[in-house]
């Protein structure tokens, strides 16, 4: 298979590209003078408008999961990838931006971890610090793994070289500009993200003659698979049970582990995209951040997973596969097997492969700047993340308290390299999964699941401790370790993807598993936290002010506008998540 060829870039694709790099660069440069003190590289100074943090927001979101992810589990699952977003996010980020953004924004705190040590103790937010930074770390590397797997692909680089060119040029304009540079490259790579893949899923719909076409073609697909022919394109008919859907999950573990523990742990303690909302310019436009973004989030499912399904049934060029997509390949270039014989499908490969079908010369640059800004983003926003933590929450924590602010600043930057190269090594992890999405969510059921547990115990229940929350956390993590370590996806070798601990259990896909794990995870921890916060001492009342909801007054939305306030904003988000839910069902 030489998919190179199929490129054919012109050189004002090249151009496309290489403006977009200056831009990118560009932004760095000219924010540089503005980053004096630590607080203006890690939060910004506090002073950017909710528009802009409620865009980066979900762009810093938009990383290589998002865009080759979500194309990826679109061709693997169909619309049910969709849940993701409308049960999956939505429900969420209204509740993180209605109830947890006054107590991180009104708490001061400088971060997630932060959080935890005023509101538990320091080891609480030691651990949580630490796994946070190995997740950020994950999550860049498959960023970078798909950029060089991108690079490689259409322009014939090779993968290491294509990592470090990119990883060098979000090294320089994050070491230039800080957290302000992230999310105004956010924003600009929200808009490209945008007006680069809609002419795809226009063009795609064009091809397989429209939606109607594209069911009817989803439809043989799915019965030759053993699936109800509607499998591919309903969100929910086929969640009575497991086997009756490709995602291999039914509705309770999908509500209750995406819905619930995934969704919730993701996105209301996940200083990734907190970091956004903190460097909002007050708490009102906060609280707003979160809900803003929450508009165009219910709408990226027919953006970033429909070119998955196009990709699945319109007619491919090469030997072995489904549509566009090929299988992957062995060191020895032939086709990888599964344990029943059947080749393993490169899903990661759906929306590019559609990308290079469909875009005529210029557009494809366009496309192609696209993917590329959807992955630099999201190698940002780990990156920035990790560089906080570390230097507040681990350095000036346990290596050196009481330096100067200049000190910190430097070692912030100090540390922006450092997760850099250490997303480098991830990226190569990443190259063993055929789907980045489903290994992101078992990295979110290990780290976020049980975080999720801890922060909601511990800003709801008054009575929880920093004794119960760190071994809560403690067990909910190896909870999922011996879940993840005694179970197996169908298909798989005992290894990277379980079954280390011996197999007990075979789910029918890796999604369905890291759901259960997530579930484990987060069940362990609470019931742990609970047991532990009951037989020790709780902090007095008057030490919790502004930590936990008994005791912090109630913020009043004073908005001119009825619309601009957040409790109406959540109410028409979740309005509006509801019907999208239901015409999919």
Same mark, same amino acid.
């Given at each position: 298979?030489?998919?190179?060829?199929?490129?054919?870039?012109?050189?004002?694709?090249?151009?496309?590209?290489?403006?977009?790099?200056?831009?990118?660069?560009?932004?760095?440069?000219?924010?540089?003078?503005?980053?004096?003190?630590?607080?203006?590289?890690?939060?910004?100074?506090?002073?950017?408008?909710?528009?802009?943090?409620?865009?980066?927001?979900?762009?810093?979101?938009?990383?290589?999961?998002?865009?080759?992810?979500?194309?990826?589990?679109?061709?693997?699952?169909?619309?049910?990838?969709?849940?993701?977003?409308?049960?999956?996010?939505?429900?969420?980020?209204?509740?993180?931006?209605?109830?947890?953004?006054?107590?991180?924004?009104?708490?001061?705190?400088?971060?997630?971890?932060?959080?935890?040590?005023?509101?538990?103790?320091?080891?609480?937010?030691?651990?949580?610090?630490?796994?946070?930074?190995?997740?950020?770390?994950?999550?860049?590397?498959?960023?970078?793994?798909?950029?060089?797997?991108?690079?490689?692909?259409?322009?014939?680089?090779?993968?290491?070289?294509?990592?470090?060119?990119?990883?060098?040029?979000?090294?320089?304009?994050?070491?230039?500009?800080?957290?302000?540079?992230?999310?105004?490259?956010?924003?600009?790579?929200?808009?490209?993200?945008?007006?680069?893949?809609?002419?795809?899923?226009?063009?795609?719909?064009?091809?397989?003659?429209?939606?109607?076409?594209?069911?009817?073609?989803?439809?043989?697909?799915?019965?030759?698979?053993?699936?109800?022919?509607?499998?591919?394109?309903?969100?929910?008919?086929?969640?009575?049970?497991?086997?009756?859907?490709?995602?291999?999950?039914?509705?309770?573990?999908?509500?209750?582990?995406?819905?619930?523990?995934?969704?919730?742990?993701?996105?209301?303690?996940?200083?990734?995209?907190?970091?956004?909302?903190?460097?909002?310019?007050?708490?009102?436009?906060?609280?707003?951040?979160?809900?803003?973004?929450?508009?165009?989030?219910?709408?990226?499912?027919?953006?970033?997973?429909?070119?998955?399904?196009?990709?699945?049934?319109? /007619?491919?060029? *090469? @030997?072995?596969?489904? %549509? =566009?997509?090929?299988?992957? #390949?062995? +060191? $020895?270039?032939?086709?990888? &097997?599964?344990?029943?014989?059947?080749?393993?499908?490169?899903?990661?490969?759906?929306?590019?492969?559609?990308?290079?079908?469909?875009?005529?010369?210029?557009?494809?640059?366009?496309?192609?700047?696209?993917?590329?800004?959807?992955?630099?983003?999201?190698?940002?926003?780990?990156?920035?993340?990790?560089?906080?933590?570390?230097?507040?929450?681990?350095?000036?924590?346990?290596?050196?308290?009481?330096?100067?602010?200049?000190?910190?600043?430097?070692?912030?930057?100090?540390?922006?390299?450092?997760?850099?190269?250490?997303?480098?090594?991830?990226?190569?992890?990443?190259?063993?999964?055929?789907?980045?999405?489903?290994?992101?969510?078992?990295?979110?059921?290990?780290?976020?699941?049980?975080?999720?547990?801890?922060?909601?115990?511990?800003?709801?229940?008054?009575? /929880?401790?920093? *004794? @119960?929350?760190?071994? %809560? =956390?403690?067990?909910?993590? #190896?909870? +999922? $370790?011996?879940?993840?370590? &005694?179970?197996?996806?169908?298909?798989?070798?005992?290894?990277?993807?379980?079954?280390?601990?011996?197999?007990?259990?075979?789910?029918?896909?890796?999604?369905?598993?890291?759901?259960?794990?997530?579930?484990?995870?987060?069940?362990?921890?609470?019931?742990?936290?609970?047991?532990?916060?009951?037989?020790?001492?709780?902090?007095?009342?008057?030490?919790?002010?502004?930590?936990?909801?008994?005791?912090?007054?109630?913020?009043?939305?004073?908005?001119?506008?009825?619309?601009?306030?957040?409790?109406?904003?959540?109410?028409?988000?979740?309005?509006?998540?509801?019907?999208?839910?239901?015409?999919?069902?």
């Amino acid at each position: 298979m030489d998919i190179v060829r199929q490129a054919h870039l012109a050189p004002i694709d090249y151009v496309v590209m290489a403006v977009y790099f200056a831009a990118v660069l560009a932004v760095g440069w000219l924010l540089r003078r503005l980053m004096r003190t630590s607080t203006d590289f890690f939060l910004s100074g506090r002073s950017l408008p909710p528009w802009v943090t409620g865009l980066a927001f979900i762009s810093a979101n938009l990383g290589a999961q998002e865009v080759l992810g979500m194309g990826a589990s679109g061709a693997k699952y169909g619309i049910a990838t969709s849940h993701f977003y409308w049960i999956g996010a939505i429900p969420a980020m209204v509740f993180v931006g209605l109830f947890m953004m006054p107590f991180y924004y009104g708490s001061r705190a400088r971060s997630v971890p932060e959080y935890l040590k005023m509101r538990f103790d320091e080891k609480t937010r030691t651990l949580n610090a630490v796994s946070f930074a190995v997740m950020t770390v994950f999550s860049s590397g498959i960023s970078m793994y798909a950029l060089g797997k991108l690079l490689n692909l259409l322009l014939g680089w090779s993968f290491d070289a294509s990592i470090i060119v990119a990883a060098i040029i979000v090294l320089v304009y994050i070491l230039l500009g800080g957290l302000t540079s992230a999310i105004y490259n956010e924003v600009l790579q929200f808009f490209l993200i945008v007006f680069g893949f809609l002419p795809l899923v226009y063009l795609g719909l064009t091809a397989v003659g429209g939606w109607h076409g594209l069911s009817t073609q989803l439809a043989a697909l799915s019965t030759s698979r053993g699936f109800a022919p509607d499998a591919y394109t309903h969100a929910w008919r086929t969640m009575g049970s497991a086997s009756q859907n490709p995602i291999g999950v039914e509705w309770f573990g999908l509500v209750m582990g995406l819905g619930f523990v995934l969704s919730f742990g993701y996105w209301c303690t996940d200083f990734l995209v907190v970091q956004r909302a903190m460097a909002a310019e007050s708490m009102t436009a906060a609280r707003r951040t979160p809900l803003i973004a929450a508009f165009p989030k219910m709408f990226f499912p027919f953006l970033v997973i429909l070119p998955g399904m196009i990709a699945l049934v319109l /007619s491919g060029t *090469h @030997g072995i596969g489904q %549509g =566009l997509i090929p299988a992957k #390949l062995t +060191a $020895a270039g032939a086709p990888l &097997l599964d344990g029943a014989g059947h080749p393993v499908l490169d899903y990661d490969l759906a929306t590019p492969m559609l990308l290079m079908r469909l875009f005529p010369t210029g557009m494809l640059g366009l496309g192609l700047t696209a993917l590329l800004a959807s992955f630099m983003s999201g190698m940002a926003g780990n990156v920035t993340a990790f560089n906080t933590v570390w230097t507040y929450d681990i350095y000036q924590a346990h290596i050196r308290k009481g330096a100067s602010d200049s000190h910190y600043l430097w070692m912030g930057r100090a540390a922006t390299v450092a997760g850099i190269v250490l997303a480098i090594a991830a990226a190569y992890v990443a190259s063993a999964f055929n789907n980045i999405m489903d290994l992101l969510q078992l990295v979110f059921a290990f780290v976020n699941a049980p975080l999720f547990a801890t922060f909601f115990l511990g800003m709801f229940w008054r009575r /929880s401790t920093g *004794h @119960g929350a760190f071994t %809560g =956390l403690l067990c909910g993590t #190896l909870g +999922a $370790a011996v879940h993840h370590g &005694l179970t197996l996806p169908a298909g798989a070798v005992p290894g990277i993807k379980g079954g280390y601990l011996g197999v007990i259990h075979m789910y029918p896909s890796e999604m369905s598993q890291t759901f259960w794990t997530a579930i484990t995870a987060w069940l362990t921890c609470t019931v742990v936290t609970i047991v532990v916060s009951l037989a020790t001492q709780p902090r007095p009342d008057k030490e919790l002010h502004g930590l936990v909801y008994a005791l912090t007054p109630r913020p009043r939305d004073n908005e001119r506008h009825f619309w601009q306030r957040p409790m109406t904003l959540g109410g028409i988000v979740l309005v509006m998540t509801l019907l999208l839910n239901f015409v999919f069902f």
